[in-house]
């Protein structure tokens, strides 16, 4: 034992003392900082340079069977208010922070709605907005997006980041059309627009699992390969017979009896196409299965932890196979709502970045299908909030309003919300050793 010495002094733990573990606070900031920066843009534009005037919102439209009064609001009035409880709302949510809690999700939804009723007094100030106009507009541009945000959230959960959503809704808007004007059946093109979505998928699924190419490589370059592959067979076929080959019918709105005629939420949600009606199915069904099913149980396990997967028997690479195929065919038909649901033709890149937006949305929403579908309809109302303020006039420059949905695309992403943890094994391939 030369060489070796024991300070004798040094007192040593009993044996059966407890471990006291310290617990360690993490403090984040990026909440307080934010209400305090949008409370200082509240009082900078509803105080300072406030604007005279009543603000009218219309709740109903004149074909309602029960007719909800119209709310008039004082803009100054309602700006000074707004700005008092904002400041209020960030003051709590600073101290929450400093008392080592988080601030929950429905303090920054209050401090949100507060914030949209004092911009949208100030802005309509002795103009009237049509509120089940706004709404409608933004389930109608939402509808790509949640989509897209279903079909991310089913690739990443199963391990395989799905960056190809813009070149999958793409493919189905075109295929959908193209397939629609032929035949003259819509629900023909609705099938073509899921397999178009599927085909892009089988290309991600097949270069990052089989021949484990990078995953954002492999979606970046699909997505290219579908807006060229499109926009030249648009302006090669489509364009020379556009009679033909791009006059697809429209879905018509069904109107759900009774439920359609609830004040507000009834021309909202129930006086929708069938488009819209799938997509409130498939977010129920994704929700339901992701997390209640065995398929869900294995599908989130292989995102998670595929080695431990693999032990038990589940194929891990045939599990992602089929799985990013599945989001494939749920993503194409948003591309489909495109062009049977709302525009009712095909356009060169008509998807304008609604698959990165969707992507966005996954991210915001924590990788869950109801929060991603919530992250998505507050990007769709951002997107159609330019066109209703454009409509009555709004001193608010048109520039801004076109960059608002990408500014809460930042802000989301950056994590406003908080630390957003993904899928463990997303984005990295799985080789069995």
């Known amino acids: 034992m030369s060489g070796f010495t024991l300070d004798k002094q040094t007192p040593q733990p009993a044996p059966d003392a407890p471990i006291v573990l310290e617990t360690v606070v993490v403090r984040s900031w990026k909440a307080p900082i934010a209400f305090g920066i949008f409370t200082v843009i509240a009082f900078l534009l509803f105080v300072i340079w406030h604007r005279d005037g009543n603000s009218t919102f219309r709740l109903s439209s004149d074909g309602d069977v029960i007719q909800l009064p119209t709310v008039v609001l004082p803009s100054t009035i309602t700006g000074i208010v707004v700005t008092i409880l904002l400041a209020a709302v960030a003051a709590l949510s600073a101290y929450l922070v400093t008392t080592g809690k988080k601030v929950p999700l429905w303090l920054i939804t209050v401090f949100g709605v507060l914030f949209m009723v004092g911009f949208l007094s100030w802005a309509a100030a002795g103009k009237a907005i049509p509120i ?203 591309g489909a709502y495109f062009t049977l649901g709302s525009v009712g033709a095909f356009n060169k890149e008509m998807t304008a970045g609604a698959g990165y937006i969707a992507l966005a949305a996954v991210i915001f929403g924590r990788w869950d299908p109801l929060k991603a579908t919530l992250a998505a309809l507050l990007f769709g109302f951002t997107q159609n909030l330019q066109f209703a303020l454009s409509a009555i006039g709004s001193p608010v420059p048109s520039a801004f309003m076109l960059m608002l949905p990408y500014v809460v695309t930042i802000f989301a992403v950056a994590g406003l919300v908080g630390v957003s943890r993904g899928p463990a094994a997303a984005g990295k391939p799985y080789v069995k050793g």
């Not at 609705?190 to 979606?219: E, P, R």
């Not at 909202?268 to 069904?285: C, E, G, H, K, P």
Request: charged content about 10%.
């Open 132 to 334: 089940t106009g706004l709404l409608l507009g933004t389930v109608a541009l939402s509808v790509p997006l949640i989509f897209g945000a279903l079909g991310g959230v089913i690739s990443e959960r199963v391990g395989v980041v799905n960056i190809a959503i813009e070149g999958q809704l793409l493919a189905g808007a075109f295929s959908s059309a193209f397939v629609a004007s032929v035949t003259g059946n819509a629900f023909l093109g609705l099938v073509a627009a899921m397999i178009a979505g599927t085909l892009v998928s089988f290309l991600l699924a097949a270069f990052s699992i089989k021949y484990l190419v990078d995953q954002v490589i492999v979606g970046v370059v699909l997505n290219v390969l579908v807006v060229g592959l499109t926009s030249f067979l648009y302006s090669q076929v489509l364009t020379k017979n556009e009679a033909l080959f791009n006059s697809p019918p429209k879905f018509p709105r069904i109107n759900i009896p009774i439920l359609s005629e609830i004040p507000l939420i009834g021309p909202v949600l129930f006086r929708q196409t069938i488009i819209i009606y799938l997509m409130y199915i498939a977010v129920a069904v994704v929700f339901f299965c992701l997390f209640y099913t065995r398929w869900g149980l294995r599908l989130r396990a292989v995102g998670e932890h595929p080695q431990a997967a693999d032990t038990v028997g589940i194929n891990v690479n045939r599990t992602r196979f089929w799985n990013v195929a599945l989001a494939g065919a749920i993503v194409g038909l948003g």
